[in-house]
């Protein structure tokens, strides 16, 4: 059974972003005596701190099963304060999607992952201290005609990655059936981001020549490089990182 991933936007309720913090900040307490399977677990806020989300990543559905023992409900109390959709990604049986449907009500899915960085389980341990760690969502939507040329870029850039990128911890590409392709990026640092840039820049070019685009970027960046990214390029920020253990 391969991994599976979680990517989950919020809707903060009017009013209610202390008490969502709060109450995300017990999730990932209540998690920490054994991360056994989970290698991410992190909650992000947007600069106006009306919208969140959680980026998950577990090694099978056990390890799953576990995260849901150890948050032993209080994941009911961030539903108090704010709606949570889950997208999955990866090896996802149909009937973890289906509880976690029921549970929460907005359940979607991408697709496999085709390829990608992350291998091995993920051991216990102590979280990595700091937040210098920058992620990324990105959804790639081919023009007419370029479904094909989309597939064999995207194999290109994990490649090109894979060979010269070691500061990229996570590269993961996953095909939606229709044509579309979705990304998730983490890096050590904001350096290891632009040595990415740099590297897989000009095979993204031609990416977004063929292909609409939109990203989602999280976690804290010098101002230099923030000012640099510009509301038509198709980015939303999430800077805040509350916690996490990736």
């Known amino acids: 059974m391969g991994k599976i991933y979680g990517f989950g936007p919020i809707d903060i309720h009017e009013g209610q972003e202390e008490a969502f913090i709060e109450a995300a900040r017990a999730c990932h307490e209540a998690i920490l005596p054994d991360l056994t399977g989970t290698r991410y677990y992190e909650w992000f806020l947007s600069a106006d701190g009306r919208n969140g989300y959680v980026i998950e990543l577990y090694d099978d559905p056990e390890a799953v099963a576990l995260h849901g023992r150890m948050l032993d409900g209080r994941v009911a109390k961030v539903l108090q304060h704010a709606t949570l959709r889950i997208e999955f990604a990866g090896e996802v049986p149909q009937i973890l999607q289906d509880r976690m449907r029921e549970r929460l009500g907005a359940v979607g899915?991408?697709?496999?992952?085709?390829?990608?960085?992350?291998?091995?389980?993920?051991?216990?341990?102590?979280?990595?201290?700091?937040?210098?760690?920058?992620?990324?969502?990105?959804?790639?939507?081919?023009?007419?005609?370029?479904?094909?040329?989309?597939?064999?870029?995207?194999?290109?850039?994990?490649?090109?990655?894979?060979?010269?990128?070691?500061?990229?911890?996570?590269?993961?590409?996953?095909?939606?059936?229709?044509?579309?392709?979705?990304?998730?990026?983490?890096?050590?640092?904001?350096?290891?981001?632009?040595?990415?840039?740099?590297?897989?820049?000009?095979?993204?070019?031609?990416?977004?020549?063929?292909?609409?685009?939109?990203?989602?970027?999280?976690?804290?960046?010098?101002?230099?490089?923030?000012?640099?990214?510009?509301?038509?390029?198709?980015?939303?920020?999430?800077?805040?990182?509350?916690?996490?253990?990736?």
Not at 121 to 135: Q, T, V
Request: aromatic share 10%; net charge negative.
């Open 109 to 246: 899915y991408i697709g496999p992952r085709a390829f990608g960085l992350i291998e091995g389980p993920s051991p216990h341990r102590h979280p990595p201290s700091g937040d210098e760690r920058i992620l990324a969502l990105a959804w790639f939507r081919p023009h007419d005609g370029q479904a094909e040329a989309l597939s064999a870029l995207a194999r290109e850039s994990f490649e090109q990655a894979s060979a010269k990128d070691p500061g990229t911890l996570a590269y993961e590409w996953f095909p939606d059936g229709k044509g579309n392709w979705f990304a998730f990026d983490a890096y050590q640092d904001a350096e290891a981001m632009l040595a990415h840039m740099a590297n897989c820049g000009p095979i993204m070019g031609r990416i977004l020549a063929i292909a609409d685009s939109e990203t989602l970027l999280f976690g804290t960046l010098p101002p230099a490089m923030e000012a640099r990214l510009r509301p038509e390029l198709g980015i939303r920020r999430f800077p805040r990182r509350l916690h996490g253990v990736g």
